[in-house]
């Protein structure tokens, strides 16, 4: 039993170590739209920090599937989120939220 506990405990330890860090995947994203997320990238793409959690959510995920072309900027955006999984993208979008 207490062999089970420990390596419980170390398995919840190792799922919180590789846990999504919004902060360090947005960097990426930063370069295009700003350290808080507060650029107008092109003067056409909203800045992120204007749209909602939801909005920003279904743009990554639509985005990375190759669905939403908006701005023209689909092909560099499934390019950026290429790797990247929902977690990922819920760890960007709570960073963002966190910057308001």
């Known amino acids: ?14 799922v919180s170590a590789f846990a999504a860090d919004g902060a360090t995947l947005y960097k990426k994203c930063a370069v295009c739209h700003g350290v808080k997320a507060d650029k107008v990238y092109l003067g056409k793409v909203p800045a992120l920090n204007t749209l909602t959690k939801e909005q920003r959510l279904q743009y990554m995920k639509e985005y990375a599937a190759g669905t939403r072309n908006a701005y023209g900027q689909g092909a560099i955006m499934k390019l950026n989120l290429r790797g990247l999984t929902e977690q990922d993208f819920i760890a960007i979008d709570e960073y963002i939220e966190s910057l308001k």
Not at 1 to 14: D, Q, Y
């Open 1 to 14: 039993m207490k062999k089970f506990i420990i390596v419980s405990a170390l398995a919840c330890l190792g």
